[in-house]
């Protein structure tokens, strides 16, 4: 079965289904996995310590896969910024047709990925934000709603509500991010006026995914209560597993401390070490409230076909009954 889109119409894959760019999760054996079962991946550049490691890691994607992917380009501000022009070019000489743009505003790199036949599918935490987004050209819309893990943005809005509210606004194909993990979403979200799903978490706790087992049995193990929302007072909200060190910042930062009171225990580096060695504890690490219904390690080609048939069935099975069952009252 296939779910036919204006979304996997416009980017070119089979299934509404989207893994998007992960900070050390995104990488080759993941995102060609996703490719394979027909859904869209996105390796992160920013995953890639230089510009040639991602052009490396490109190359070994499609040593994997020859389906559509694409790359996630995070656009943050940052004190010794990467350089992003220089993953930009890398991008277009590999002959990358997707990309994924975040963080900020994507105006300065439509032009190159566009006059390079390059897609562009940009992430917003808001409608205002994906209004002037369609407005600036892109290609497509990921929607986040407050149930999603990193960035919820700080309207607080969720999906039940924010994915309807950009769907009477947005008119390129829009998938629904936050909170996704199962077949149930995915028909809820289309219902909802989405084109498509995007999943972070879900994704994260597959056999190929490349973080330590500890953390994937974490997620098994853990239930939509457990994340953390950390930097709120500084209003850069960010929402991650709940452990002893994104505790420690909510009291610092409860308590008035800023960020330089905070930054050791948020390094980069120290959340990599939780998904290299699998001390849950060793720094912090993202993931969405979608924990409390993740309750096993599939495959991506088991969890895929799960969703999409399942989905399949729900549309046509439980969903269509009721229709008929109102028809048959009425002719009662």
């Not at 499609?62 to 010794?80: Q, S, Y």
């Not at 699998?278 to 690490?285: N, P, Q, R």
């Not at 096993?296 to 009954?321: N, Q, W």
Request: aromatic share 4%.
């Amino acid at each position: 079965m296939s779910l036919t889109t204006k979304f996997t119409d416009t980017f070119g894959v089979e299934h509404p289904i989207v893994q998007g760019g992960m900070q050390w999760v995104g990488r080759a054996e993941l995102v060609a996995a996703v490719a394979n079962s027909g859904a869209l991946g996105f390796l992160t550049a920013l995953t890639q310590p230089t510009p040639a490691d991602l052009a490396a890691e490109i190359e070994r994607t499609r040593e994997l896969t020859d389906k559509p992917f694409g790359v996630n380009l995070t656009i943050l501000p940052t004190i010794n910024p990467p350089p992003y022009d220089e993953y930009r070019q890398v991008i277009v000489d590999a002959g990358i047709k997707i990309v994924e743009t975040a963080g900020s505003n994507p105006a300065p790199h439509l032009p190159m990925f566009h006059d390079n036949g390059i897609k562009v599918l940009h992430k917003c935490t808001s409608v205002r934000h994906a209004v002037k987004a369609q407005s600036l050209g892109v290609d497509g819309i990921s929607i986040d709603g407050f149930e999603c893990a990193g960035h919820p943005g700080e309207d607080d809005v969720p999906g039940l509500v924010l994915i309807p509210a950009a769907a009477n606004e947005i008119d390129i194909p829009m998938i629904a991010s936050g909170g996704f993990g199962d077949a149930r979403g995915l028909v809820a979200a289309l219902a909802l006026g989405a084109d498509g799903i995007n999943m972070g978490s879900r994704f994260m706790c597959t056999v190929e995914s490349c973080i330590h087992q500890n953390v994937k049995e974490a997620i098994v193990a853990g239930s939509e209560r457990d994340t953390e929302l950390i930097f709120r007072p500084l209003r850069n909200t960010a929402r991650v597993a709940s452990n002893t060190v994104s505790r420690e910042v909510v009291e610092i930062l409860d308590k008035g401390g800023q960020f330089p009171d905070v930054q050791e225990l948020v390094s980069g580096k120290r959340g990599k070490r939780v998904f290299d060695d699998g001390d849950l504890d060793a720094g912090i690490w993202t993931v969405g409230t979608v924990m409390g219904l993740i309750d096993d390690i599939p495959t991506v080609g088991e969890l895929v076909s799960r969703i999409v048939g399942e989905a399949e069935d729900l549309i046509t099975g439980r969903l269509a009954g009721m229709v008929e069952s109102e028809k048959e009252e009425n002719v009662a």
